[in-house]
């Protein structure tokens, strides 16, 4: 009788145990579930705001666009080159490329499917280019970021800045042209079927101005959020 309740009161405290260690994993992977959900939470907003800040009332990326649905690492790297209403990167390194069409682009709008912005992103409108030469809100300034020349845009209330380098383009026939000299930026805006708005900076007279030019050279994207 003595050995049968030992038995049943170890039986007990065995089962107590087992029942303390089951509640306490769970109680940590619960944690860790919360713990790894909130970092996660916390990496994606992180993201954002690195790759996007708001000037003069329009988001821009810190980054250009790289191959299409990507940025480019850094805001001093040039990214890829496209030509107007085309989802097809152009190599922004290379000095000749193959297969380059040179045919005028059609359409009279950059639609959609061919828009080379990540995810939430999309190519900017003229008018939302010109906003950064509001100079009642926005300063520019010219400035070398990681040995890169390039154009600084900074909101006059909230210090947020984008950087803008000079990387040139590709001409008609597909050759660089003017790197690290010149910076050609796309607008989504047309002139005409397959001529397009576009922003053109010198850091040799540090002017600049909107050019319409045939949507087969190849230039940068810097994207606005959606």
């Not at 100079?135 to 970021?145: A, D, L």
Request: aromatic share 12%; hydrophobic share 35%; proline share 4%.
């Amino acid at each position: 009788m003595k050995v049968t309740t030992n038995r049943a009161n170890a039986h007990r405290v065995l089962s107590v145990i087992f029942c303390s260690v089951m509640i306490a994993v769970a109680i940590v992977g619960f944690a860790s579930c919360d713990k790894q959900n909130d970092k996660g939470e916390d990496e994606i907003v992180n993201n954002t705001e690195e790759v996007g800040v708001t000037i003069a009332g329009v988001t821009w990326a810190t980054r250009n666009v790289d191959a299409p649905g990507t940025f480019a690492e850094k805001p001093s790297d040039y990214g890829m080159f496209y030509q107007w209403n085309r989802n097809v990167g152009w190599s922004s390194t290379e000095e000749i490329v193959s297969g380059w069409y040179s045919g005028t682009p059609t359409g009279d709008t950059w639609e959609i499917a061919n828009d080379p912005s990540p995810l939430g992103w999309r190519v900017p409108t003229f008018a939302e280019l010109e906003t950064l030469f509001d100079e009642e809100k926005v300063s520019h300034e010219w400035t070398t970021i990681d040995g890169e020349t390039g154009l600084l845009f900074t909101d006059k209330f909230n210090d947020n800045s984008i950087f803008l380098p000079a990387a040139g383009c590709r001409d008609v026939g597909g050759v660089i042209y003017r790197q690290s000299v010149n910076g050609y930026y796309y607008s989504s805006t047309p002139r005409a079927t397959g001529i397009a708005y576009s922003l053109k900076f010198s850091i040799y007279n540090h002017e600049w101005e909107w050019e319409c030019l045939n949507g087969a050279y190849g230039r940068s994207i810097r994207c606005v959020a959606k």
